[in-house]
């Protein structure tokens, strides 16, 4: 089950003070986008505004046939939207299995055989975390805690998952594991928009990214096209002064 994403001039920030400025963009049912770009280019506020998590201060999006623009996030929840925030994405005291339960609560109540069901198909894209279910997600290691967190997100049975920087803070070997695993997680057809600080990792489960600078769209393109553009470098770091002897 998934859903086309489509955002149209979203403009958006805090305390009218706009942050990101007229992004449109496209996922396609089952497609995934990662959106990259520089600390503080919005990418963050720019995926809270499409989770109901900020106010757009103008244009429009829609997932699948449904305005959501203006709705909260508990009623996009309800409509197959499911965000893994950059931080704070596990409850850590309690354990991986209550983490699960909760994930599935959120949108269906008590568990049952539907529940359970659930819970195999989910923890089968999760062999890590499979054999960790009493543990306090606390405990986990860091790539194990961003595991359990998009389990508990797969839990509701989303059409567009939603993930901010699922990497920041992980080894570059723990890194590249966690994304086989949001590969597996593209491969069961769900819609996936991402932000991602590795830029190789982040493309390589991507049809297509978009680089945010300033809160605007600078370059979109190919996942595959992108991730060798000559232009990513000076749109990261600026144009840095040459070095001269
Ligand atoms: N709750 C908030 N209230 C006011 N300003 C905020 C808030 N959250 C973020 N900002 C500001 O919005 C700008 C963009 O922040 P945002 O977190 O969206 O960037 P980002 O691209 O996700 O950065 P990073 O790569 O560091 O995660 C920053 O200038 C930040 O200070
Ligand atoms: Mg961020």
């Known amino acids: 089950m998934s859903a086309p994403l489509i955002l149209q001039g979203v403009t958006a920030g805090y305390h009218g003070k706009a942050i990101v400025h007229n992004v449109s963009l496209e996922v396609p049912a089952g497609g995934a986008l990662t959106v990259i770009g520089p600390n503080g280019s919005g990418k963050s506020t720019l995926l809270k505004s499409v989770v109901g998590l900020v106010s757009l201060m103008a244009g429009g999006m829609r997932l699948g046939e449904r305005e959501i623009g203006r709705l909260d996030a508990p009623a996009r929840t309800r409509l197959g939207l499911a965000y893994v925030p950059q931080e704070r994405n596990v409850f850590p005291n309690l354990s991986v299995?209550?983490?699960?339960?909760?994930?599935?609560?959120?949108?269906?109540?008590?568990?049952?055989?539907?529940?359970?069901?659930?819970?195999?198909?989910?923890?089968?894209?999760?062999?890590?975390?499979?054999?960790?279910?009493?543990?306090?997600?606390?405990?986990?290691?860091?790539?194990?805690?961003?595991?359990?967190?998009?389990?508990?997100?797969?839990?509701?049975?989303?059409?567009?998952?939603?993930?901010?920087?699922?990497?920041?803070?992980?080894?570059?070997?723990?890194?590249?594991?966690?994304?086989?695993?949001?590969?597996?997680?593209?491969?069961?057809?769900?819609?996936?928009?991402?932000?991602?600080?590795?830029?190789?990792?982040?493309?390589?489960?991507?049809?297509?990214?978009?680089?945010?600078?300033?809160?605007?769209?600078?370059?979109?393109?190919?996942?595959?096209?992108?991730?060798?553009?000559?232009d990513l470098p000076a749109l990261f770091f600026g144009h840095a002064p040459a070095l001269s002897s």
């Open 97 to 230: 299995a209550d983490n699960l339960r909760l994930g599935w609560e959120t949108l269906h109540g008590r568990g049952g055989a539907r529940e359970s069901a659930r819970r195999d198909e989910v923890l089968a894209l999760f062999p890590e975390i499979a054999d960790r279910l009493a543990t306090p997600a606390g405990l986990l290691s860091g790539g194990q805690r961003q595991m359990a967190a998009m389990a508990s997100a797969l839990m509701q049975g989303p059409s567009l998952l939603v993930l901010d920087e699922p990497s920041a803070g992980l080894s570059p070997r723990n890194a590249s594991l966690l994304f086989d695993r949001i590969a597996d997680i593209r491969a069961t057809g769900i819609t996936l928009l991402m932000i991602e600080q590795n830029v190789q990792l982040g493309l390589r489960v991507a049809d297509h990214g978009v680089v945010l600078v300033n809160g605007e769209i600078r370059l979109r393109a190919s996942a595959d096209h992108l991730v060798h553009h000559a």
